[in-house]
């Protein structure tokens, strides 16, 4: 079987009829800073071509978690600020402040901010997840994984193409790009995306529908030879994004609302407070009107034996977000999110290979602003008065340097090792929480004017890596490594009713253990497997306080401590040229072992605050995840092929220790399906496929706002879609 089919099918990604006609090329990583093939690297990982994309609907990088196993991608109550989680370690927090605990790059260029990844993913060259701290490869560090988003670059020949897929409820998707020299040095590739309409939700009360997309994404590249050593490469880009929000789902009986809702239904509302506060209509419904735009510069110079890279970087978002998280015609739990945010980053790199030694060391200077309101709806729950405002800014500095090298000792061994040091400051500016009637809501020692407060974090922290790789023989690599990940720490910014919810939580260190295999069977059989074990310190969770005053529960983010370990198995199966079969499967546990947290039920009886002790109780996240798929090529013409596919995925029971049993979310099959026809020089084709074909039911959380459970809601999955795609290349 063909290289390109077995890297990517490996990997849980999905083939589409593009990459079969550009079969005979191999996808490389760059997972260590230099071109391989994924089977010769020591990380466990997954690789996604931008063909690959385009079959499976990975229109938004959310969709990986159906693809790539121990990956959990959850948009937060149809927020557009996710929650990334790579092997049970992930971070919970809607507000816009805080650092993710996966690091997601596009072109090199960090995204510190979750809310900058929801764009359009469109001409890309590969995706690549990485399981597992990262850090000394990088000018980031984490304590996931990493998830890097290459995009197609500028070509030394005319090329252009695009693609149109339509689909249920009306949903159109398409992208085009054109690339080509401008002169002997200078190459540009322009390309551009949109995503309409796809409405599959509506209003009890009204009838009105919800859930159209109206998004729009453009990106320019320009790549110079500046010498024959040198290459500049200029990307400007930007998004729109004034999508209706997903509308969340009552599953239980109310006391204000005496009847749940069924698949698919929704409703919405504000108090009269909370409209004449943000301006929205009472009748308003979920919406987002964000947009951002970026510029970088990325320079390569080759030094003779050596690379020197500097990637500098401008990102820039503008979000504004009104989410209804009652599901209630009256408004209790509305939330309207104003946040502008801009990040410059600078990285200088310089990479070699020396005799036996492929080395990388580099610096990393980032500066992040960042001005929210978050303003949120209570007047439903405690009267008028309690539609409140939380504005703040929060300003973060950071400086890195790392260092990396992998030796080969002899044929059969290489050790790696690298280590990362990292300072950071964080200053949280002017937070206050204000009611529309009673003004200021919390107080401290160190405010200003007597309702802001001011926080500062600072933290320094060393993180590193040591390992082995043994290769016995060919297509056989094995690998251990010990390697320790570091989140950077952060502020709880939202509904500060008691200012003991403004201290700083902190930097949160994994100290990973992971040892694998990857090997290959000649054409026949390619099998990976890796297993790993976490000691989380410091890990950050969403907790609660309970404000006597008021008797509100509001959140909080604290440090616990806590363990996880589990497995990964990946196969693919080539029983002949024309048919493929991949499996892959994921297996996670942990439970805390210190964390003391907020007992909610007994604050609320008892009117002050309870905790409770949580050591030894499940971490809650899904533990098995199970991906596979089918795939057959059969010539119908001389020249002309047709092409099946059927692929699925399982997700795990998710349960939040901090809410009960009630709120678990069940476990869930999707499937779907393609058939693509089309010419073997993959000039065009054309598909009919379907998504979660069987039209399975499913949430992606669930949660409550209201305190008492009045109102349970959930976040549903979207039904079954099936649709068309036309794909033309030259």
Same mark, same amino acid.
């Given at each position: 079987?063909?290289?390109?089919?077995?890297?990517?099918?490996?990997?849980?990604?999905?083939?589409?009829?593009?990459?079969?006609?550009?079969?005979?090329?191999?996808?490389?990583?760059?997972?260590?800073?230099?071109?391989?093939?994924?089977?010769?690297?020591?990380?466990?990982?997954?690789?996604?071509?931008?063909?690959?994309?385009?079959?499976?609907?990975?229109?938004?990088?959310?969709?990986?978690?159906?693809?790539?196993?121990?990956?959990?991608?959850?948009?937060?109550?149809?927020?557009?600020?996710?929650?990334?989680?790579?092997?049970?370690?992930?971070?919970?927090?809607?507000?816009?402040?805080?650092?993710?605990?996966?690091?997601?790059?596009?072109?090199?260029?960090?995204?510190?901010?979750?809310?900058?990844?929801?764009?359009?993913?469109?001409?890309?060259?590969?995706?690549?997840?990485?399981?597992?701290?990262?850090?000394?490869?990088?000018?980031?560090?984490?304590?996931?994984?990493?998830?890097?988003?290459?995009?197609?670059?500028?070509?030394?020949?005319?090329?252009?193409?695009?693609?149109?897929?339509?689909?249920?409820?009306?949903?159109?998707?398409?992208?085009?790009?054109?690339?080509?020299?401008?002169?002997?040095?200078?190459?540009?590739?322009?390309?551009?995306?949109?995503?309409?309409?796809?409405?599959?939700?509506?209003?009890?009360?009204?009838?009105?529908?919800?859930?159209?997309?109206?998004?729009?994404?453009?990106?320019?590249?320009?790549?110079?030879?500046?010498?024959?050593?040198?290459?500049?490469?200029?990307?400007?880009?930007?998004?729109?994004?004034?999508?209706?929000?997903?509308?969340?789902?009552?599953?239980?009986?109310?006391?204000?609302?005496?009847?749940?809702?069924?698949?698919?239904?929704?409703?919405?509302?504000?108090?009269?407070?909370?409209?004449?506060?943000?301006?929205?209509?009472?009748?308003?419904?979920?919406?987002?009107?964000?947009?951002?735009?970026?510029?970088?510069?990325?320079?390569?110079?080759?030094?003779?034996?050596?690379?020197?890279?500097?990637?500098?970087?401008?990102?820039?978002?503008?979000?504004?977000?009104?989410?209804?998280?009652?599901?209630?015609?009256?408004?209790?739990?509305?939330?309207?999110?104003?946040?502008?945010?801009?990040?410059?980053?600078?990285?200088?790199?310089?990479?070699?290979?020396?005799?036996?030694?492929?080395?990388?060391?580099?610096?990393?200077?980032?500066?992040?602003?960042?001005?929210?309101?978050?303003?949120?709806?209570?007047?439903?729950?405690?009267?008028?008065?309690?539609?409140?405002?939380?504005?703040?800014?929060?300003?973060?500095?950071?400086?890195?340097?790392?260092?990396?090298?992998?030796?080969?000792?002899?044929?059969?061994?290489?050790?790696?090792?690298?280590?990362?040091?990292?300072?950071?400051?964080?200053?949280?500016? &002017?937070? =206050? @929480?204000? +009611? $529309? /009637?009673?003004?200021?809501? #919390?107080?401290?020692? *160190?405010?200003?004017?007597?309702?802001? !407060?001011?926080?500062?974090?600072?933290?320094?922290?060393?993180?590193?890596?040591?390992?082995?790789?043994?290769?016995?023989?060919?297509?056989?690599?094995?690998?251990?490594?010990?390697?320790?990940?570091?989140?950077?720490?952060?502020?709880?910014?939202?509904?500060?009713?008691?200012?003991?919810?403004?201290?700083?939580?902190?930097?949160?260190?994994?100290?990973?253990?992971?040892?694998?295999?990857?090997?290959?069977?000649?054409?026949?059989?390619?099998?990976?497997?890796?297993?790993?074990?976490?000691?989380?310190?410091?890990?950050?969770?969403?907790?609660?306080?309970? &404000?006597? =005053? @008021?008797? +509100? $529960? /509001?959140?909080?983010?604290? #440090?616990?401590?806590? *363990?996880?370990?589990?497995?990964?198995? !990946?196969?693919?199966?080539?029983?002949?040229?024309?048919?493929?079969?991949?499996?892959?499967?994921?297996?996670?546990?942990?439970?805390?072992?210190?964390?003391?947290?907020?007992?909610?039920?007994?604050?609320?009886?008892?009117?002050?605050?309870?905790?409770?002790?949580?050591?030894?109780?499940?971490?809650?996240?899904?533990?098995?995840?199970?991906?596979?798929?089918?795939?057959?090529?059969?010539?119908?013409?001389?020249?002309?092929?047709?092409?099946?596919?059927?692929?699925?995925?399982?997700?795990?029971?998710?349960?939040?220790?901090?809410?009960?049993?009630?709120?678990?979310? =069940?476990?869930?099959?999707?499937?779907?399906?393609?058939?693509?026809?089309?010419?073997?020089?993959?000039?065009?084709?054309?598909?009919?496929?379907?998504?979660?074909?069987?039209?399975?039911?499913?949430?992606?959380?669930?949660?409550?706002?209201?305190?008492?459970?009045?109102?349970?809601?959930?976040?549903?999955?979207?039904?079954?879609?099936?649709?068309?795609?036309?794909?033309?290349?030259?």
């Amino acid at each position: 079987m063909k290289k390109l089919i077995l890297a990517t099918a490996l990997s849980g990604g999905v083939l589409s009829s593009a990459a079969f006609a550009q079969a005979t090329d191999e996808i490389f990583v760059t997972a260590q800073r230099r071109e391989q093939s994924p089977q010769d690297v020591g990380v466990a990982l997954n690789v996604f071509s931008g063909a690959d994309l385009i079959a499976q609907g990975t229109r938004k990088i959310n969709a990986l978690e159906n693809f790539s196993p121990n990956l959990e991608i959850e948009s937060q109550f149809g927020s557009g600020q996710p929650s990334f989680s790579i092997r049970g370690v992930g971070f919970r927090d809607y507000a816009t402040n805080n650092a993710p605990t996966v690091g997601v790059y596009v072109d090199d260029v960090a995204y510190p901010i979750p809310a900058m990844t929801q764009g359009v993913i469109f001409d890309v060259e590969r995706v690549e997840v990485l399981r597992g701290p990262q850090g000394t490869l990088y000018g980031r560090n984490t304590t996931g994984g990493a998830i890097k988003i290459i995009s197609a670059q500028p070509t030394d020949e005319f090329s252009a193409g695009a693609v149109i897929e339509g689909g249920r409820f009306g949903r159109v998707d398409a992208e085009a790009f054109v690339s080509g020299p401008l002169a002997d040095n200078i190459r540009v590739r322009l390309s551009g995306a949109t995503a309409q309409g796809g409405a599959w939700q509506t209003n009890r009360e009204t009838g009105e529908e919800l859930g159209d997309a109206e998004q729009y994404a453009l990106r320019g590249l320009v790549a110079v030879d500046v010498t024959p050593d040198v290459e500049a490469i200029f990307n400007l880009h930007g998004f729109i994004d004034q999508s209706d929000g997903l509308g969340l789902q009552l599953f239980n009986d109310s006391a204000f609302s005496p009847l749940a809702h069924d698949r698919g239904e929704t409703s919405w509302g504000s108090s009269p407070e909370f409209a004449a506060l943000t301006g929205i209509s009472e009748t308003q419904a979920p919406f987002r009107d964000n947009e951002g735009w970026g510029t970088s510069l990325t320079v390569n110079a080759g030094l003779g034996g050596a690379t020197l890279t500097y990637i500098g970087a401008y990102e820039v978002l503008n979000r504004k977000e009104f989410n209804d998280y009652d599901a209630l015609e009256l408004g209790a739990a509305g939330v309207f999110f104003q946040s502008s945010a801009d990040v410059m980053s600078h990285e200088l790199r310089l990479s070699g290979e020396s005799g036996a030694l492929n080395w990388v060391g580099g610096l990393y200077y980032s500066e992040e602003d960042l001005g929210e309101l978050y303003q949120s709806d209570f007047a439903a729950s405690f009267g008028p008065g309690f539609a409140v405002s939380t504005p703040y800014n929060q300003n973060v500095r950071t400086m890195a340097a790392y260092v990396h090298g992998e030796y080969e000792l002899s044929p059969l061994v290489s050790l790696i090792a690298g280590l990362r040091y990292e300072d950071e400051e964080r200053k949280l500016r &002017d937070l =206050g @929480t204000f +009611a $529309v /009637v009673t003004g200021p809501l #919390n107080f401290a020692n *160190e405010t200003i004017d007597g309702t802001r !407060e001011n926080r500062d974090l600072n933290s320094d922290n060393l993180s590193g890596k040591i390992g082995v790789e043994l290769t016995p023989a060919n297509d056989v690599l094995l690998y251990a490594h010990a390697s320790r990940g570091v989140k950077s720490g952060g502020f709880t910014a939202y509904n500060t009713l008691n200012p003991n919810a403004l201290t700083p939580f902190l930097p949160e260190k994994l100290n990973a253990f992971e040892a694998g295999f990857k090997t290959s069977f000649g054409d026949m059989l390619q099998l990976n497997g890796a297993a790993f074990y976490y000691d989380y310190k410091d890990q950050q969770v969403q907790s609660a306080i309970f &404000d006597a =005053g @008021t008797g +509100a $529960v /509001v959140g909080r983010i604290v #440090n616990a401590d806590s *363990e996880i370990y589990g497995a990964e198995l !990946e196969a693919v199966l080539t029983p002949s040229p024309w048919l493929t079969i991949g499996q892959t499967f994921g297996y996670k546990t942990g439970e805390f072992t210190e964390f003391m947290d907020l007992d909610i039920a007994a604050s609320t009886l008892a009117g002050m605050e309870v905790l409770t002790d949580r050591s030894g109780q499940d971490l809650g996240f899904p533990n098995i995840s199970y991906l596979g798929f089918v795939e057959a090529e059969t010539p119908v013409a001389d020249g002309w092929s047709a092409r099946a596919r059927f692929d699925y995925s399982y997700r795990d029971t998710l349960s939040l220790p901090l809410l009960g049993a009630a709120y678990a979310v =069940g476990d869930y099959w999707l499937a779907n399906a393609q058939l693509a026809f089309g010419p073997d020089d993959g000039r065009w084709d054309l598909a009919l496929w379907g998504r979660n074909i069987f039209n399975t039911e499913y949430d992606e959380t669930r949660n409550f706002f209201i305190t008492g459970g009045a109102a349970d809601i959930a976040a549903p999955g979207a039904p079954a879609t099936y649709g068309a795609r036309v794909s033309v290349r030259y």
